[in-house]
């Protein structure tokens, strides 16, 4: 395995991110944890062996984007940074 490759993403963040997304409009959810602009990718998983998932807005509304990296539901939240442990960024 490449040195560069992630056994586990990064901790973007401990809560998520809650944000307007458009109908129809694709966004691409940062699933490494290293994008500049979370909770989006920006192209920083490169070398990492992760990719950036697809989320395709179903209407518009309010979406809980996982700002953690450890939900199995990422992109969306599912609570799994109350699971963290505290000061953990993994």
Not at 1 to 7: A, C, H, K, L
Not at 25 to 50: E, I, M, V
């Amino acid at each position: 395995m490449s040195p560069d490759r992630m056994d586990k993403p990064k901790v973007a963040s401990r809560t998520p991110f809650p944000l307007e997304v458009e109908k129809g409009k694709a966004y691409f959810w940062c699933s490494c944890g290293l994008s500049g602009n979370q909770p989006f990718c920006d192209g920083s998983h490169q070398g990492t062996g992760r990719s950036p998932v697809k989320y395709t807005a179903e209407r518009d509304k309010i979406v809980f984007f996982c700002g953690c990296k450890q939900s199995p539901n990422g992109p969306l939240c599912d609570g799994s940074h109350s699971r963290l442990p505290p000061d953990s960024d993994h």
